[in-house]
């Protein structure tokens, strides 16, 4: 095994893909109401239905792609992208792309024009569709979400009553007006707390004064394996982490029953109890690289793996692991064909008519797979920013990397010292 800091972030990332979604038919569009603060969100009608029985013969195909729906392939295509865009190829990089989408598109439903149209592009639906997508469905008793807007308490914002109504009506988003000072720091990062089962205690440290709007996801996953782990199953061992260095672990031994094979990477299926969730890992062959192997992935070749999956008996050593990761997913997203979200040409007039841009895109999680099974939580934060302070924001300067220092003696424009520092430890 190799790669280990690389390897988790595709583990989560195909957790979260195995998920199968059951949804309704359509339904009317909601009609909007008169709504302030107090938007009475509507309640889902979910019906549970149970996926496809799968293929028991070995070697046969465990799934058929022309069952696919429009929402897996966009959701895969979206997964893929943002872990493209986010692993860096040394540190763990667990992301939730589900928690991710449904905090877009609440946000998506403010949007207008070709702001509107990249974000579209992006996540891969028409903003209705993706609206009925998410909404109709039933994620299973393994996994709690909820959501949120937060509205900074001033006169010069004016939400527009459709917009909170579209995110009360599919997301059951609650409202809340704060000062959007510290204590309103302390109050987004309980509610992520309270709704992360206090997995993901702050996601917050601070709001700027331009901050207008928090659009805010929160979910937990928690799930037993089919066939949970016995003492004599778990054994010490070595893992290979991507930096070179070898790390003692413990490792979870089984036999599993679904194959993966996609020319590049092989892995397995796992299922957790009641066959709704499969974890999902892919190891690279010898001499491919993590990232060349991530770099050839699509939304489409990931789903046709699972797909082509097959029943064969398949020698399973998967290692215990905790792993959290906080990320900025501004850049990603931009860089998937989204970037006018993020300017001062970014029309979000759906929302409010004062000019609003998405200042950022922070998301945590948090992930433990042990003998028990696998519990989970991530959180995705919106922020929504007046485009006026783009103007006023003053430069950064972070001395986070080597930099050359001088001591200036003002008066006679000389310096006493200059250097550069490459290292600030001991």
Not at 64 to 75: G, H, K
Not at 113 to 128: C, D, H, K, N
Not at 178 to 205: K, Y
Request: with cysteine; net charge negative; proline share 4%.
């Amino acid at each position: 095994m190799k790669n280990w800091k690389k390897l988790v972030c595709f583990l989560l990332l195909g957790a979260m893909l195995m998920s199968l979604c059951a949804c309704r038919g359509e339904e009317p569009a909601p009609r909007a109401n008169d709504l302030m603060a107090d938007v009475e969100a509507r309640e889902p009608t979910t019906q549970a239905t149970q996926g496809s029985t799968a293929a028991t013969q070995s070697g046969e195909a465990v799934a058929d792609s022309a069952a696919r729906t429009p929402y897996a392939a966009a959701a895969a295509s979206f997964a893929v992208g943002l872990l493209q865009g986010s692993a860096d190829g040394t540190d763990n990089c667990v992301l939730s792309p589900y928690s991710a989408m449904l905090a877009l598109a609440m946000t998506a439903n403010g949007a207008q024009g070709e702001t509107l149209a990249q974000m579209e592009a992006v996540l891969g639906l028409p903003v209705g569709a993706l609206n009925e997508a998410l909404h109709g469905c039933d994620m299973g008793e393994e996994v709690v979400s909820a959501n949120s807007v937060w509205l900074r308490d001033t006169d010069e914002l004016d939400v527009k009553d459709a917009f909170l109504q579209a995110n009360a009506d599919y997301f059951g988003a609650g409202v809340y007006r704060a000062p959007f000072d510290a204590q309103t720091v302390e109050d987004v990062n309980a509610w992520v707390s309270e709704h992360t089962a206090g997995r993901i205690p702050q996601i917050l440290t601070e709001l700027d004064a331009q901050t207008m709007l928090l659009l805010v996801n929160a979910l937990t996953f928690d799930a037993r394996w089919m066939e949970e782990y016995d003492d004599y199953q778990v054994t010490a061992g070595e893992f290979h982490a991507a930096d070179g260095t070898q790390q003692s672990a413990s490792f979870l031994h089984s036999t599993e029953h679904t194959y993966l094979d996609d020319g590049m990477a092989t892995g397995f299926l796992k299922p957790y109890s009641g066959g709704r969730y499969s974890f999902l890992a892919l190891l690279p062959n010898e001499g491919v690289s993590m990232q060349d192997y991530l770099a050839s992935l699509t939304g489409e070749t990931l789903l046709a793996t699972v797909e082509n999956a097959s029943r064969t008996p398949v020698d399973v050593r998967l290692p215990k692991f905790t792993a959290e990761t906080s990320e900025e997913l501004s850049a990603a997203l931009a860089a998937m064909g989204m970037p006018l979200a993020f300017t001062a040409d970014a029309d979000f007039s759906g929302i409010a008519d004062l000019p609003l841009i998405i200042g950022g895109v922070l998301q945590k999680t948090w992930i433990e797979v042990t003998e028990s099974g696998t519990t989970a939580a991530a959180a995705t934060v919106i922020v929504m920013e007046t485009a006026l302070a783009l103007e006023e924001r003053p430069k950064v300067v972070e001395l986070d990397r080597p930099f050359v220092m001088g001591i200036y003696d003002n008066e006679t424009q000389s310096f006493l010292f200059l250097g550069v520092i490459n290292q600030v430890g001991d």
